[in-house]
């Protein structure tokens, strides 16, 4: 493995999808900065990714928070880091219907998912612009491409990102700096338990889950390759397809019944 001395950073970078593209980009001889809450899992993931033969820094911040989105890159700028690429992993979601679920845990949701996604890659953009390089790997998904009953404000939230990435690449195509957006489908993560999803239809058989290793590489290699986005796995590829040729309401009628709690099949 040949050393990069290039930083990715990396939020949500101790479970899941984040976890496995960190390995990615470690096992690719990329220096990382790992972002996350739990001091104690980051410490964990740290000594691990090091093991690759990588420099690691990891900042515990929480990301629901603006404040510490932009003293996460304070703290770069007082190292001296410019990484040279972004990865914004860290998202969540919450299920149930809009009317029950609670209001507090949605704005904080839309704080993680797009706040501090815009404010992160912001920050990213105007650091590289005058170096004339970077890349930008935003986590959308298959909930973008379609209305999601059950799961509303994270499917708005995740349209919102794909929406903005395709929109801000075009503005960036003479720059030297690309923007790539990940759309993996169901994947075997912790995302749906925070979620309190669990009781889901769409889980009712783990089997249809995609591995977090396998979205890390499509991810991985689409960024590389400077890809606009990366459906990640065949059938999710065919849904999005489906989707495409569906109106909105039929969109979200098929999503409804494919989300919607087992009790209520």
Not at 79 to 103: C, H, M, R, W
Not at 163 to 172: D, P, V
Not at 189 to 213: G, H, Q, V
Request: no cysteine; proline share 3%; glycine share 6%.
């Amino acid at each position: 493995m040949e050393r990069k001395n290039q930083y990715a950073l990396i939020t949500g970078a101790t479970s899941g999808i984040g976890y496995e593209l960190a390995k990615q980009f470690a096992r690719n001889g990329y220096d990382l900065v790992i972002v996350a809450r739990d001091h104690e899992e980051l410490k964990k993931k740290a000594d691990e990714f090091k093991g690759f033969g990588v420099n690691v820094i990891s900042i515990s911040k929480n990301l629901f928070l603006q404040d510490e989105v932009y003293s996460l890159y304070s703290e770069l700028k007082l190292n001296a880091i410019s990484p040279e690429i972004l990865v914004n992993d860290a998202g969540q979601g919450a299920y149930g219907k809009f009317q029950d679920t609670d209001i507090h845990r949605e704005v904080d949701i839309v704080n993680l998912n797009i706040i501090s996604v815009i404010i992160l890659t912001k920050l990213f953009i105007k650091d590289r612009l005058s170096k004339g390089s970077g890349k930008i790997l935003n986590l959308a998904s298959v909930a973008s491409k379609a209305p999601g009953p059950w799961h509303s404000v994270y499917h708005g939230t995740k349209a919102f990102i794909l929406s903005w990435s395709e929109a801000i690449r075009e503005e960036l195509k003479d720059t030297g700096i690309t923007v790539t957006a990940l759309l993996p489908g169901p994947t075997d993560t912790d995302f749906f338990n925070k979620a309190d999803m669990n009781r889901s239809k769409l889980l009712e058989d783990k089997d249809n889950l995609a591995s977090p290793e396998e979205v890390a590489a499509d991810g991985y290699n689409a960024l590389m390759n400077g890809d606009d986005k990366i459906v990640s796995g065949l059938k999710n590829k065919l849904n999005v397809a489906m989707t495409n040729l569906s109106t909105d309401s039929m969109a979200a009628h098929r999503m409804a019944e494919m989300q919607k709690p087992l009790a209520e099949k």
